[in-house]
T-cell receptor, first 115, second 116 residues
Framework: AQKVTQAQTEISVVEKEDVTLDCVYE???????LFWYKQPPSGELVFLIR??????QNEISGRYSWNFQKSTSSFNFTITASQVVDSAVYFC????????????FGAGTQVVVTP | GAVVSQHPSWVICKSGTSVKIECRSL??????MFWYRQFPKQSLMLMAT?????????EQGVEKDKFLINHASLTLSTLTVTSAHPEDSSFYIC????????????FGPGTRLTVL
């Protein structure tokens, strides 16, 4: 069963626009980790963030920000003032305590930023 | 930072041949490594968990006799695709967990396999 849902297959924006990527997860565990990775055309996964289930504080890192809402099981990611270099596939992933390290990835969202 | 390498980065082979892919943790020891497969325009799917000194555990639907995994040292795991066929063409990505730190892992750059 799909435990991580990224409903948006592709999002196209013009440079400098903001873009928000949705991630909804499903688990009964109380302890877990959530991740976001970026996969540019080269294929190599780039780690963006790891958040444990006990830390619901939103986080900002430069143009990136994350909104973690346990009440709705969502961990959304926003890129502010997008740039062409942000064009990539972005994956949300879930790591559960009964299977540490076995990341369950969402389907991914392709972000296309045009000049 | 922790670095994981994969070799080769890409390989093209004929149907029926076997291909070995290496995953190395360059600056840390990894008791556990994971192998993922990613078909074009799809997500990453976990294939197997490789533990140093023991047999790998495979996810449901993954043929262990076709995808041989060996984790002979704390810094090296290998994935051998035996008797490869065109449907095995995919992007194979490994990740390595730092020994003693189970909630942190680092991904390799991936290996693109094309079977003709």
């Amino acid at each position: 069963a799909q435990k991580v849902t990224q409903a948006q297959t592709e999002i196209s924006v013009v440079e400098k626009e903001d873009v928000t990527l949705d991630c909804v997860y499903e688990t009964r565990d109380t302890t877990y980790y959530l991740f976001w990775y970026k996969q540019p055309p080269s294929g190599e996964l780039v780690f963006l963030i790891r958040r444990n289930s006990f830390d619901e504080q939103n986080e900002i890192s430069g143009r990136y920000s994350w909104n973690f809402q346990k009440s709705t099981s969502s961990f959304n990611f926003t890129i502010t003032a997008s740039q062409v270099v942000d064009s990539a596939v972005y994956f949300c992933a879930l790591d559960l305590t009964d299977s540490w390290g076995k990341l369950q990835f969402g389907a991914g969202t392709q972000v296309v930023v045009t000049p | 930072g922790a670095v994981v390498s994969q070799h080769p980065s890409w390989v093209i082979c004929k149907s029926g041949t076997s291909v070995k892919i290496e995953c190395r943790s360059l600056d840390f020891q990894a008791t556990t490594m994971f192998w993922y497969r990613q078909f074009p325009k799809q997500s990453l799917m976990l294939m197997a968990t490789s533990n140093e000194g023991s047999k790998a555990t495979y996810e449901q639907g993954v043929e262990k006799d076709k995808f041989l995994i060996n984790h002979a040292s704390l810094t090296l795991s290998t994935l051998t695709v035996t008797s490869a066929h065109p449907e095995d063409s995919s992007f194979y990505i490994c990740s390595a967990q730092i020994a003693g730190v189970p909630d942190t892992q680092y991904f390799g750059p991936g290996t693109r396999l094309t079977v003709l």
